[in-house]
């Protein structure tokens, strides 16, 4: 959920900008939201939420549940999550299983 929110207001609404123009948008989002659904949408948050996606702009759907699913068994951090991804974690574990299937069969 939050990598779906922090990467449409990255995306859409802010179109990538980090100006003061970016920040006002995101304190007023931030009013309206917490309004409208309660706490959990303070600016703090939000701009967490963008970065999450930031750093998980991923290609496959099937690699930000690999990397999601990483992140909550064994409590990573952002540094250790960019260096999961950074290293490939994913797409190698892929090849291990591959090649794992290969000679089973």
Same mark, same amino acid.
């Given at each position: 959920?939050?990598? &779906? +929110?922090?990467? !449409?207001?990255? /995306?859409?609404?802010?179109?990538?900008?980090?100006?003061? #123009?970016?920040? =006002?948008?995101?304190?007023?989002?931030?009013? &309206?939201?917490?309004?409208?659904?309660?706490?959990?949408?303070? !600016?703090? =948050? +939000?701009?967490?939420?963008? =970065?999450?996606?930031?750093? *998980? /702009? *991923?290609?496959?759907?099937?690699?930000?549940?690999? #990397?999601?699913?990483?992140?909550?068994?064994?409590?990573?951090?952002?540094?250790?999550?960019?260096?999961?991804?950074?290293? =490939?974690?994913?797409?190698?574990?892929?090849?291990?299983?591959?090649? +794992?299937?290969?000679?089973?069969?």
């Amino acid at each position: 959920m939050y990598w &779906e +929110i922090g990467r !449409y207001i990255g /995306s859409v609404l802010l179109g990538g900008e980090r100006s003061e #123009y970016g920040k =006002k948008i995101l304190a007023t989002l931030s009013q &309206e939201l917490t309004s409208r659904y309660g706490s959990g949408f303070e !600016y703090a =948050k +939000i701009t967490r939420m963008i =970065k999450f996606a930031e750093v *998980l /702009s *991923l290609e496959t759907e099937q690699a930000r549940l690999y #990397y999601a699913n990483d992140v909550a068994t064994r409590h990573l951090g952002v540094r250790d999550l960019r260096r999961q991804i950074s290293r =490939k974690a994913y797409e190698r574990r892929e090849i291990a299983n591959t090649q +794992i299937c290969s000679i089973i069969l």
